[in-house]
């Protein structure tokens, strides 16, 4: 008895599932031409993220020759051409045991872009909402022009980054918005951004909550840049002292005044 055709689809069906497959980014599919991609250089990422998937690190060119049906020099001028767009990182050596060429290769640079592309896209639809009412007119001098957008969603796209990195996670769409407001809606510079994220981690409040409460404040007594915070804190400070020196001697005094009185 031959098996059936529903057989043959289960079995392709469990070996499907089990061959495994990869995430590719509907962002990156979207936007790789923009990025300077060709058709080549694309399909040659999808088979570098097979190969990272796989959990394989040191990839041979040869390998990705046979897999895409072109020669190792080839694919060898392809990496060339990802490195200098910044998409990945090379690590070239030599495989002790058969003398053939290998490649350490990072992708770090690819989802960089990524979020660069994220974040203007972000940008772009912020300014759409302020230009139908959704946003309160009132800062309307606070918003980035359309022209300075992209510039504006690579500040936003490193910010994105560096609160990851200090909250250890990535951040909730929620969280994205709130870096966008202080960003383009309340017109805080990147700069003041990153340093009231600096004082919330050195005194282990780190959220966003208090991150605001921290801008908010300074944007109260208009200090602009780190510097400008700085010599403020740094006059309170002093300020503090004085205040100090200046209780401490009215108690000396009226201790003496009531010794000599008594």
């Keep these: ?34 990025m300077g991609l060709t058709d080549k250089e694309m399909l040659l ?9 796989d959990k394989i690190d040191m990839i041979k060119p040869e390998d990705i020759s046979r897999f895409m049906e072109i020669d190792e020099q080839e694919v ?33 640079g690819l989802y960089d872009k ?12 912020y300014e759409k909402k302020k230009s139908v009412g959704h946003i309160d007119m009132e800062k309307e001098d606070s918003y980035l022009d359309l022209n300075k957008s992209y510039e504006g969603s690579k500040a936003a796209a490193r910010l994105y980054r560096c609160f990851e990195k200090e909250f250890g996670r990535p951040l909730s769409p929620i969280e994205s918005s709130q870096i966008l407001e202080w960003l383009y809606g309340e017109g805080y510079s990147e700069e003041l ?3 009231a994220l600096k004082r919330a981690v050195l005194r282990g409040i780190i959220n966003f909550k208090y991150i605001d409460s921290i801008l908010k404040g300074w944007a109260k007594n208009n200090l602009r840049t780190s510097r400008e ?29 009531d010794i000599y009185m008594t």
């Excluded at 700085?230 to 005094?253: D, G, T």
């Design 1 to 34: 008895m031959q098996p059936s055709r529903s057989s043959f689809s289960t079995l392709f069906a469990l070996e499907l599932v089990n061959e495994g497959g990869i995430w590719l980014p509907k962002i990156l599919m979207q936007n790789y031409i923009k």
């Design 45 to 53: 990422i999808i088979h570098l993220l097979i190969l990272k998937s």
């Design 76 to 108: 060898e001028f392809l990496i060339d051409s990802l490195a200098q767009k910044g998409i990945i990182d090379v690590d070239m050596g030599v495989d002790a045991q058969t003398g053939k060429k290998i490649m350490q290769l990072s992708l770090e």
């Design 114 to 125: 990524l979020l660069e592309i994220w974040g203007c896209n972000k940008a772009v639809e």
């Design 193 to 195: 951004i990153l340093e």
């Design 229 to 257: 915070v700085s010599a403020y804190e740094e006059n309170f400070s002093q300020s503090q002292q004085k205040k100090n020196l200046n209780k401490n001697a009215s108690k000396l005094k009226r201790k003496y005044e």
